[in-house]
């Protein structure tokens, strides 16, 4: 069965840096783009992320456009984000969710499979 | 940027009856929209997928409708498990979009 698995969350101080993993199984890993989402305690979703089902192409929020980074590796069916100059607003539970559609062709981007989430906290 | 602005933000009803949420883009996109369901502690669900797909698996009660700017989202008999809050998302355009929720509870 398709499964996502989030790590790497922790606590960091302002300015710092992580970087997440979503480990892969279930599915053919390079046939589907990845994206990551975030949800800061009790509020609504907020996308952050896609990089492609070949890795060459990647998308960023404008909040996090230049601080964070998105790559994956396809011999490790994991898709990583580095997180750089962390603020207290990146508090979040993040999540990583696999596009539906794979391929070249692919129909756009439906989240039908998302990991349970890992905690990055921001603080002093 | 599309912006969604999905309403209302939160509701109550009574088990069985019908239960439905807009969502408006701030721009035309198609049918690029997609409605999830997050119960607590959990992750997003995806429901409904192209504003009127279901998803399978899904239970028949969830339905989805519209295109361009106004959508809605119905739960034709709500049912105790269904208390959950339930998210609009734009794929028409990059970067992606979420409405801001609507919280349903039941009576």
């Known amino acids: 069965q398709v499964q996502l698995v989030e790590s790497g969350g922790g606590v960091v101080q302002p300015g710092g840096s992580l970087r997440l993993s979503c480990a892969t199984s279930?599915?053919?890993?390079?046939?589907?783009?990845i994206h990551w989402v975030r949800q800061a305690p009790a509020k609504g979703l907020e996308w952050v992320a896609f990089?492609?089902?070949?890795?060459?192409?990647?998308y960023y929020s404008d909040s996090v456009e230049g601080r964070f980074s998105i790559s994956r590796d396809k011999s490790e069916n994991t898709v990583y984000l580095q997180m750089n100059d962390l603020r207290a607003e990146d508090t979040a539970l993040y999540y990583c969710?696999?596009?539906?559609?794979?391929?070249?062709?692919?129909?756009?981007?439906?989240?039908?499979?998302w990991g349970q989430g890992t905690l990055v906290t921001v603080s002093s | 940027d599309i912006q969604m602005t999905q309403s209302p933000s939160s509701l109550s009803a009574s088990v069985g009856d019908r239960v439905t949420i807009t969502c408006q883009a701030s721009?035309?996109?198609?049918?690029?929209l997609n409605w999830y369901q997050q119960k607590p502690g959990k992750a997003p669900k995806l429901l409904i997928y192209?504003?009127?797909k279901l998803e399978p698996g899904v239970p028949s009660r969830f339905s989805g409708s519209g295109s361009g700017t106004d959508f809605s989202f119905t739960i034709s008999s709500l049912q105790p498990e269904d208390i959950a809050t339930y998210y609009c998302q734009q794929f028409e355009n990059l970067p992606l979009s979420f409405g801001g929720g609507t919280k349903v509870e039941v009576k």
């Open positions: 969710a696999k596009d539906k559609f794979g391929g070249p062709d692919s129909g756009g981007y439906v989240f039908d499979y």
């Open positions: 990089i492609r089902y070949d890795g060459n192409f990647q």
């Open positions: 721009q035309d996109i198609s049918i690029y």
């Open positions: 279930g599915f053919t890993f390079k046939f589907y783009g």
């Open positions: 192209e504003a009127s």
